[in-house]
């Protein structure tokens, strides 16, 4: 059975501080996985996946991901924050071998400050 | 394209009543599913559809009917409406094509308030 697991509910850093939001999975299959993000009263926005292309995946906004087998993890980063990266942020891994179906971590909410 | 709509964005229930959220997307996609966002616990998945005339369900069903009579149209219907079900709801569609990716466009959410 697949599982998402996001360390840390609430994430702060400064403006041009280094982003780092943490995601480790469970996956009986090899995993397919996706960083959304969710702006206040927006629904939500892929930022990147990774589909077993390549271990670094760039996303949209300057994020970027890492797959480790190893560590069964995935972490989002983005090397200088910015005001408008406040949101919330979802890891998810994809059910089974079908769309459709994605397992969502608990979302962490990053704040920026000035 | 207008990609994933919902209607409404906002509604208010009283416990026992009953209501349809509507899902359309315009994308020929395949595949729709239907999510309920809880404060610190994500979104779960309530019920999906592979194909219209096929749906099955998602972690968390009870409480909820779907059909998919069109490639277009995914409703979520609410039979007895209870204040657990106060929620946000996302529907979403991902294509069918190349099952790597199946990357989800997710609509802009409904508002649901159970009273």
């Known amino acids: 059975a697949q599982s998402v697991t996001q360390l840390g509910s609430h994430v702060s850093v400064s403006e041009g501080a280094l982003v780092l939001l943490r995601c480790n999975y469970s996956s009986s299959v090899p995993p397919y996985l996706f960083w959304y993000v969710q702006y206040p009263n927006q629904g939500l926005q892929l930022l990147l996946k990774?589909?077993?292309?390549?271990?670094l995946v760039k996303g949209i906004n300057g994020f970027e991901a890492e797959f480790k087998k190893s560590e069964t993890s995935f972490h989002l980063t983005k090397p200088s924050a910015h005001m408008s990266d406040a949101a919330e942020y979802f890891c998810a891994v994809r059910k089974g071998n079908q769309g459709g179906k994605l397992i969502f971590g608990q979302g962490t909410e990053l704040s920026v400050k000035p | 394209n207008a990609g994933v709509t919902q209607t409404p964005k906002f509604q208010v229930l009283k416990t026992g009543q009953s209501m349809t959220l509507q899902c359309a997307q315009d994308m020929n996609h395949e595949y729709m599913s239907w999510y309920r966002q809880d404060p610190g616990m994500g979104l779960r998945l309530i019920h999906y559809?592979?194909?219209?005339?096929?749906?099955d369900q998602g972690e968390v069903p009870n409480g909820y009917n779907v059909s998919r009579s069109t490639t277009e149209d995914f409703p979520l219907r609410l039979l007895l409406a209870a204040p657990s079900q106060t929620s946000v709801y996302f529907c979403a569609s991902s294509s069918g094509l190349a099952a790597s990716d199946n990357e989800q466009f997710f609509g802009p959410g409904t508002r649901l308030t159970v009273l």
């Open positions: 990774y589909t077993s292309a390549a271990t």
């Open positions: 559809s592979v194909g219209a005339g096929i749906t």
